[in-house]
């Protein structure tokens, strides 16, 4: 449906126009905020940017939950600082939404009234200390595969915000591997304890990047369009060609029987996740989906007075001028 939409509001553009802006993205140019664009365009770009946006600030919830019970005090500093450079994260990305004429309010009243999604790996709980481990390693590795090539993405601000977003989420997943390190290195039950976390993230974070290529209504025109550089099958596999040798380094299982290296590709042949699951989480019954959405829902709520403060402020300050003029 989506993808019909977004085809019948490009033909209702000025051809002359469309072939123009098409032939500056073919060059490698940018768009930038000010430069006539395809309803479709921009509206693609709201979807992607504003979802991206609210995974960054989802995702502290489950790494929030284990400030106060991390081992030792460095640990809790190293996930303090992790948790506020997500918060950063969402920042950057809701500037970029808003260049394109949304505000972050409309963002967040989509993401609470089930109109705009996020990542579906954070609906999934984090049991135990190994699974910021296993989210630092996974699921930032995940997001690295996707984010890295956005910064050659074709709109200018949303490129140059994940130029500062891949550096920070590199030193997360560097993070996540040392801390699964330290689990594997540790008693045998701290490794059972890392094992059990590659299990349950596993999958997960495969879903990550999204349906099969056959199944994704969105990918064609965004790949046209450069607002995506590679299709979801490629940067899965490339995650899969990337973990796999690093789960043999600290001597983990991954939870695949059909996973092996193909010495006629090159690539490693791997089982695809549970779509069935995907699309349940995404429906709003993961494990996590309403803990995640209550606690958005309060913090909207609880902040509801400083909006409305710095709402009534920028009002005076405008009276006071126009009187004084």
Avoid at 164 to 181: A, L, N, Y
Avoid at 285 to 292: A, D, I, K, L, S
């Amino acid at each position: 449906m989506y993808a019909q939409m977004i085809k019948s509001e490009a033909t209702e553009d000025d051809p002359e126009k469309l072939a123009a802006f098409q032939a500056r993205i073919d060059a490698g140019e940018k768009i930038e905020p000010k430069d006539w664009m395809p309803e479709g365009y921009r509206k693609t770009l709201i979807r992607q940017i504003g979802q991206h946006a609210h995974s960054e600030i989802v995702g502290q919830l489950p790494e929030g939950n284990w400030i106060t019970r991390a081992p030792t005090l460095e640990r809790k500093a190293n996930l303090l600082a992790k948790v506020q450079d997500e918060a950063g994260h969402g920042l950057y990305l809701y500037c970029a939404a808003e260049t394109l004429g949304v505000s972050r309010d409309d963002l967040t009243e989509q993401l609470l009234s089930g109109r705009m999604k996020y990542s579906s790996i954070f609906n999934y709980p984090t049991l135990t200390w190994a699974d910021m481990g296993a989210v630092g390693w996974l699921v930032d590795g995940a997001a690295i595969m996707n984010q890295v090539p956005l910064q050659r993405t074709s709109y200018g601000p949303y490129a140059r915000a994940m130029v500062r977003i891949c550096k920070e989420e590199s030193f997360h997943q560097r993070q996540g591997f040392h801390i699964m390190m330290a689990m594997v290195n540790g008693t045998p039950e701290q490794k059972r304890m890392a094992q059990d976390a590659l299990n349950r993230f596993w999958y997960p974070a495969l879903m990550m990047f999204g349906p099969s290529d056959k199944d994704s209504v969105h990918s064609a025109q965004s790949m046209k369009w450069r607002i995506k550089m590679n299709t979801n099958d490629e940067l899965r596999q490339k995650f899969v060609d990337e973990t796999a040798p690093q789960a043999a380094y600290l001597g983990l299982t991954i939870p695949d029987e059909a996973l092996t290296l193909n010495e006629d590709t090159g690539h490693y042949d791997f089982t695809q996740p549970d779509w069935s699951e995907f699309h349940d989480v995404l429906a709003d019954n993961g494990p996590c989906n309403v803990e995640r959405m209550s606690a958005r829902q309060k913090a909207w709520d609880d902040g509801a007075w400083v909006r409305d403060a710095m709402v009534a402020h920028a009002e005076k300050k405008r009276a006071r001028k126009v009187a004084a003029e």
